[in-house]
């Protein structure tokens, strides 16, 4: 993801992938070692062979006890699916909710703004996509009484099954307070909901007085009541400090799944016979980093510090600096690693992109990439309130293209406001 | 799969993990240019970055390169689809092939029997699976005429338009001559199928006088009547002599398909991204192995040679041994890596299994793996014919371990039979 891999990561892979590296000093004595745990995981020692369909047994044991640190709740491995991607897993989980048809057909409710995987998977698996909108006017909050709306609405047409929350939020970079967390719970208990949580941005929260509040330990912490929903969490190795996206990592605690349901899920998933090892090696690397007092540790810390606080810098910079654009406003980010401006569009910039077939914010991106040489999704490729116009934009850029960037879009933008100025 | 790794392979795989090795002077310098050529093609130098949708452009390159000079037909690198292991490509392909209900819905002819992913994917996706047997008095030919009656009876009730052939054979065993291609690629096109071609077993070939034929090269030596067929063509990076499955890289190759669905099946890959960077380099090293005159030719030479030594020695060695033992018969192994023997079960064995609610060739396997601690899978998981029992065992342990199993197996079926002797 345009940053410096985590040399940890690096070492730990290669002396997986390449054993014969394992003696060879010139590598950290954690770093060996941890490879070495890995790879007796591994069937016949080694990445190259296939792992269980659910996966390594050991890394499975890890995450479990990565997610017991996280939230002080016990882990089940065998609650632990590890996945080619977190992109798999909830394509996955919602092919294992899909039934029906007319209006016994499974509604999957998903944000508005949201990641495009969402309304893809949806289609793909003949659900029925039911939209609630997040509330721009108050940081992209996720407001309870616009589920109650939606699923209100959507019982009209289909059968709501499903309920997505990504948080922190893609595209929109919100982070769920608590008491959010909470409500959407009691929510999903209220309406019969299975909730998969899209928890992928859990290491990415920026903002002062933000915190990650896993949907797992808010649950649990509400008492008997509730901590025994099903429930499903995902995480990746793309994001995080460790942006590890090419090898393809992620997995997903599913949590009170009925058993036979489960073992539905096993056959699933077992049709592809595993997920890519080394990506499963590198989930292991971001849920077990090196520990105070190994050799790494120091190094890794100072590395791990460097990406977030330059993160957490950039989210500050992009955010600040399109509000300080006439026509242009934008949220705090939060978290994650976008920004989701709005922008004002003129009436006759609407009606020229319009005579042209062209979406208006659609018209605006194509127009930001011919002129200027920049590349933004434009905001009706996730989904916003009818006659609002946003772009996506990443904070991955390092600082000084950053700035060129942004200096290169406040030209184009200024430009493009002139000419189409009603 | 059981055997040590090719050396270079995994060279270039740890130099693309971790560049800090690329310096490292005591990695070949083949190894460490390769390493360099694929990172160059990669976003931002790394394979920790997503690549495109449909695979990193020099590692496409290098595929149709490889096709090229293994056919001798050109080969367009637009055509090349990197995935998931073959089986992520395979059901992408069912996919995009499946449509209509009743008399109109897909049906997907596939080989009984068959390697269980075909079965599998075409029950989850919602087709109509179309059996044709194989026919193991020839050594599991393909015989013509059961393709015709197969999709003949198939008409009544559905509509065939894919044609799955695995060459050579999974788990049967068998390499189909240039003559059965040629038979097989007319009949296509006469019943206007698409044709999948599993050919991931393509450098697995043992018995004396079998080559490998692919599909494409024998379509395209028929000349212009047959070189417009639709086809698409499997590899994968966990068979041949690297036998890198943990890594799950794949391809396909697409040929004559009509640019809207091209279109089409580009933006199914795309919602999971991109398959991992890792598994496409993995590829890149089946396809582009070291040549001539390169530092690392002799050893990785003399590692492939062996491996393959190897495993055409046991494919003997496990035939010969199957049919010196009463009550079991095994076909050649000709090519890729199983024996499917028949095993001749007492009338009363059959009985027993039924008073238990299994199948007789389960029945047979469950007392195996209890009495003798061995595993192999029924070949009801496979398909059969009717009142013929299989199991599927594969030739890759080491041929110490072999004998052990053999000799085992040979107790336990001498046993066996004893019991149930009618």
Redesign the interface.
């Given at each position: 993801?345009?940053q410096k891999?985590i040399?940890f990561l690096?070492?730990v892979?290669?002396?997986c992938?390449?054993?014969?590296?394992l003696n060879n000093e010139s590598f950290p004595a954690d770093a060996r070692e941890r490879a070495r745990r890995i790879l007796q995981g591994?069937k016949?020692g080694?990445?190259?062979?296939?792992?269980d369909s659910v996966g390594v047994e050991v890394i499975r044991k890890d995450i479990a006890a990565y997610i017991e640190r996280r939230d002080g709740f016990p882990s089940d491995p065998d609650n632990i699916f590890l996945s080619?991607?977190a992109?798999?897993a909830i394509?996955n989980m919602v092919k294992l909710m899909v039934r029906g048809s007319g209006r016994d057909q499974t509604g999957v409710m998903i944000p508005i703004p949201q990641y495009p995987?969402y309304s893809?998977?949806t289609a793909?698996l003949n659900a029925v996509q039911v939209n609630y909108y997040l509330d721009e006017d108050n940081n992209w909050a996720l407001d309870i009484a616009e589920l109650e709306r939606s699923v209100k609405e959507a019982r009209q047409h289909c059968t709501p099954r499903v309920l997505c929350v990504i948080n922190p939020g893609n595209p929109t970079g919100q982070v769920l307070s608590k008491e959010n967390v909470r409500e959407i719970i009691k929510f999903a208990a209220r309406e019969h909901l299975f909730l998969m949580a899209d928890e992928v941005y859990q290491d990415n929260i920026y903002a002062e007085g933000c915190a990650f509040h896993s949907f797992k330990k808010t649950m649990m912490e509400l008492g008997p009541e509730y901590s025994t929903l099903e429930l499903a969490s995902f995480h990746s190795t793309?994001k995080g400090y460790m942006?590890?996206?090419?090898?393809?990592g992620g997995y997903m605690e599913v949590i009170n799944m009925d058993p036979q349901v489960k073992l539905q899920l096993k056959k699933?998933v077992s049709?592809?016979?595993?997920?890519?090892?080394?990506?499963q090696a590198t989930m292991d690397c971001v849920v077990n980093p090196p520990q105070p007092g190994e050799p790494s540790y120091e190094s890794f810390i100072k590395e791990k510090t460097a990406v977030l606080k330059s993160l957490a810098e950039r989210a500050k910079l992009v955010a600040e600096t399109f509000n300080s654009i006439e026509g242009v406003t934008c949220n705090t980010v939060q978290g994650a690693m976008y920004a989701f401006p709005r922008i004002a569009l003129p009436q006759r910039a609407v009606e020229k992109a319009k005579s042209l077939g062209q979406a208006p914010d659609g018209f605006y991106a194509l127009q930001l990439l011919e002129q200027a040489g920049i590349c933004v999704v434009p905001g009706s490729g996730f989904g916003q309130r009818e006659g609002t116009y946003h772009f996506r934009t990443t904070i991955l850029p390092q600082p000084d293209k950053l700035k060129i960037f942004m200096d290169a879009f406040t030209a184009f933008h200024n430009k493009f406001m002139k000419e189409y100025a009603d």
């Open positions: 993801m345009g891999p040399t690096r070492q892979i290669s002396l992938v390449n054993p014969d590296l591994c016949g080694s990445l190259g062979s296939y792992s080619t991607g992109s798999d394509k995987l893809a998977v793909e793309s942006g590890e996206c090419g090898f393809r699933l049709t592809k016979l595993c997920p890519p090892v080394s990506g």
